[in-house]
């Protein structure tokens, strides 16, 4: 299960890839049943879905509705584990998150490079301040969320809709000002250090994809069907 994670996340395993249980054992050289297996985990997880063509397992595609939903849910959870995680960070916790974001700004001019594109120590900072709220219903409502958001980054990226230099930029002020208020155990700062971060994300992002207009129509009709 974590080869197909690490395809979909990398980019290996584009929006829409065909998940076939017997492709995908004949490729990794393993079980059906392993695959099986893999696959109702990722198919819980929102990562892939059943294609409405021919009933099929397929990498999920998103649109606009999916990074509203997706942002809304992670604002109100997030932003509680950042007002908690304030209350009771540890110092080594504040210097793992420095690491982090430095290792980031680090990756993120390779770009091209899907292997080293940011996107998963984005993830892992966002983990550690949900770990430190000493929440661990929040942080598993919040794991297949996290793992959406990410096939989502993903797919956006394949499309050359997220991101670039400016956003990156924007995003990494945003992640320097909720470690700050951490760090300062500022409860109520951080909480809207974090909500200005994702409601900025999610208004770029979907911004970003509607100026695609007619290309992602097909997707758009798939959700609004949905819903």
Known sequence: MDTLYEQIFTGQLS???DMGEELLSERLEVS???????LRQLELDGVIEVAAGNGR???????TGDIADLYNVRLALESFTAGQAA?????????KLERLQDEMEALSPWSDRPSTRDFGVDFDLHRIIARESGSPRAVTALQPIWNQTHALLRHLHSISVYADAV???????????????????DAEGSRCAMVEHLTVRRESLIAALERRGGLVQPELTRFNKQN
């Open 15 to 17: 929006a829409g890839a």
């Open 32 to 38: 059906r049943a392993t695959v099986a297996f893999a």
């Open 57 to 63: 397992r397929q990498v999920a595609t998103f649109a």
């Open 87 to 95: 209350l009771r960070i540890a110092p080594e916790s504040i210097e």
């Open 167 to 185: 956003e990156d930029a924007a995003s990494y002020r945003d992640h320097r000002a909720i470690i700050a208020a951490l760090a300062r155990h």
